[in-house]
């Protein structure tokens, strides 16, 4: 009988897919369109995806052989799992492969903010030394909202704490343990922006959280607020985010999501006193290893009949 076929839609760790291969067909069409995946996928059994590829109805109607999607990493939001659910495919992501990663860029993101280390490093380069136009903020002593007190929020929140923060957060789930670890105190939505130096987003991009901080949400803003998004695009409306920067609501912003990724067309893209990465919060060796596995491991659970952990 024929190997299932393992398809690898987006890059992971080559080791990995290496080990698969050994009792799996595995097929790489990392970097495909839309269409070649369209192409590759109705003799698959199992798809490796990261948060590039969008497994949607299209691409599950295409996949009649389709067991499993696993995901190499925690955001669900480009897989259809309701229509996967539907087709009877399990999908499974990775719900702690990352987090501490995506923590520790908030981190540097909200201290980048506070001290202007990228635009001070550019013009050192550049030959100058102006030691006057870098000057920058203490965090001790300053406020930062934790929006979603989840895995990532509660890493970022207890980091931030060492830096003598105070931590306010909202989340309509938070768990009585969760603020216990973190001191964080519990706020309603308007009071976290109100009385935040520092908003840092960690929720997940469902119909609920698309444009959760959008115009009237920054009107709300402490004058001078910096807000971190490492969490997904969609989340933060960008153009009212672009205005409230234009105008000198907000003192800066840093974004690892994009609500279109390139962000080619972003309002956000060139405004001084923005931030940009690419969608880097689980860029570490760590943590590729550690999603990486897990997805393997899924897809070898369910093609071989045991037990698969269900997402999370
Ligand atoms: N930049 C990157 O590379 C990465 C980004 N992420 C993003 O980070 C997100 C958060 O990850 P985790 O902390 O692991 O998720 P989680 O599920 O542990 O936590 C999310 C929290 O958000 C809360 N929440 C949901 N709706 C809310 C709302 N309307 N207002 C306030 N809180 C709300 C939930 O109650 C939960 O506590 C992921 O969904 C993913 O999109 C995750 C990993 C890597
Ligand atoms: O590295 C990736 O695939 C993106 C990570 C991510 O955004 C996630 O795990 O939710």
Redesign the pocket.
């Known amino acids: 009988m024929p190997s299932p076929i393992v398809l690898v839609a987006d890059p992971l760790p080559a080791h990995l897919t290496a080990e698969l291969a050994a009792d799996f067909d595995v097929r790489h069409c990392t970097g495909a369109d839309r269409a070649q995946l369209l192409a590759a996928v109705p003799e698959a059994s199992a798809l490796l995806v990261r948060s590039a590829t969008r497994v949607d109805q299209e691409v599950l109607d295409a996949a009649p052989r389709l067991r499993v999607v696993a995901r190499a990493?925690?955001?669900l939001?480009n897989v259809d799992v309701a229509a996967a659910a539907r087709a009877g495919v399990v999908v499974a992501n990775a719900?702690y492969s990352?987090?501490v990663s995506?923590a520790e860029l908030t981190v540097g993101l909200v201290v980048a903010l506070a001290r202007p280390v990228l635009p001070a490093s550019a013009s050192v380069h550049a030959g100058h030394w102006r030691r006057a136009d870098f000057q920058g903020v203490e965090l001790a002593g300053n406020t930062v909202g934790v929006?979603?007190?989840?895995?990532?929020?509660e890493l970022v929140a207890v980091r931030l704490r060492a830096f003598d923060m105070r931590v306010l957060t909202?989340?309509?789930?938070v768990r009585d343990d969760a603020l216990e670890r973190t001191g964080a105190q519990a706020v309603s939505l308007e009071e976290l922006l109100r009385q935040s130096d520092v908003l840092t987003v960690?929720?997940?991009?469902t119909d609920?959280?698309r444009g959760?901080i959008g115009e009237r949400e920054l009107s709300w803003a402490k004058p001078g607020l910096r807000l971190v998004n490492?969490?997904?695009g969609g989340i933060v409306d960008e153009f009212a985010l672009a205005q409230a920067l234009k105008e000198g609501r907000l003192a800066g912003a840093a974004l690892?999501?994009f609500e279109f990724e390139p962000p080619l067309s972003s309002p956000l893209l060139g405004l001084p006193g923005v931030i940009a990465t690419p969608?880097i919060?689980?860029g570490t060796a760590q943590a590729q290893e550690r999603a990486g596995r897990e997805a393997v491991r899924a897809v070898r659970q369910v093609l071989t009949g045991g037990a698969p952990d269900p997402a999370a």
């Open positions: 990493g925690v955001g939001d719900p990352n987090v995506v929006l979603g007190l989840g895995k990532v929020g909202h989340d309509p789930h960690h929720v997940p991009l609920t959280t959760l490492t969490a997904r690892d999501v969608h919060g689980a």
